[in-house]
């Protein structure tokens, strides 16, 4: 079983729509989270960095972490044609300087 | 601050070869980080530098791997007879602490 699951989609939504993504993880020692997205052939790009339970916006994004469920979710509002990409979830231990990346969940947003 | 700066973007070389790649970090920033992504999946740590120290390793960095950072600046990355295993992307990272911040990567070909 892989630390950082996520799924890998597609996932398709018509433009202004809410796109809904998440990602679960087996280590307890995990306590920063990380949303990027990814372009094509492009590196990941930071969106949303977290490290306490809730709830945090910026913009069109929001991020939420349930650290009792191990689950954190990023969801993106009114969704544009340039947010088609594919979205990685990123954890790092208290301690440690590895990030443990999901799969990504690549997201097609159709105008 | 001009990003985390990849050269070169994209590599051919035929097995057997020695290929270095090169990251310019984000400037100050004291710690460097190299990972690896294969076609689908997420990035995989391999090393991590903080200013010239390389003060991590991957299990994934095998004997024909090796990285430096000799003046806590910028940082090589060099697979020795490389196999047609080691087709990836290349990604460096930089940061002060965290999160970190990624370049767009070299591409490594074997053919």
């Known amino acids: 079983q892989k630390e950082v699951e996520q799924d890998p989609g597609p996932l398709s939504v018509p433009e202004g729509a809410i796109v809904s993504l998440n990602c679960t993880y087996s280590?307890?020692?995990?306590?920063?989270f990380m949303w990027y997205r990814q372009y094509s052939r492009k590196g990941p790009e930071l969106l949303m960095y977290?490290?306490?339970?809730g709830n945090k916006e910026d913009g069109r994004f929001t991020a939420q972490v349930d650290k009792s469920s191990k689950y954190i979710s990023l969801f993106i509002r009114d969704s544009q044609p340039s947010d088609s990409a594919t979205y990685l979830c990123?954890?790092?231990?208290?301690?440690?300087?590895?990030?443990?990346f999901g799969g990504g969940t690549r997201v097609l947003v159709k105008p | 601050d001009t990003g985390v700066s990849q050269d070169p973007r994209h590599k051919i070389t035929k097995r057997g070869q020695n290929v270095t790649f090169r990251c310019d970090p984000i400037?100050?920033?004291?710690?460097l980080y190299w990972y690896r992504q294969t076609l689908g999946q997420g990035p995989e740590f391999l090393t991590y530098?903080?200013?010239?120290?390389?003060?991590?390793k991957s299990r994934l960095l095998s004997d024909r791997f090796s990285a430096e950072r000799p003046k806590g600046s910028f940082s090589t990355l060099e697979i020795q007879r490389t196999e047609q295993g080691d087709s990836a992307m290349y990604l460096c990272?930089?940061?002060?602490?965290?999160?970190?911040?990624f370049g767009d990567g070299t591409r490594l070909s074997i053919l």
């Open positions: 400037s100050e920033h004291n710690r």
């Open positions: 990123a954890i790092l231990a208290t301690a440690g300087n590895k990030l443990t």
């Open positions: 280590n307890s020692a995990f306590q920063y």
């Open positions: 990272a930089s940061g002060v602490n965290q999160p970190q911040h």
């Open positions: 530098f903080q200013n010239e120290a390389q003060l991590e």
């Open positions: 977290t490290y306490s339970s």
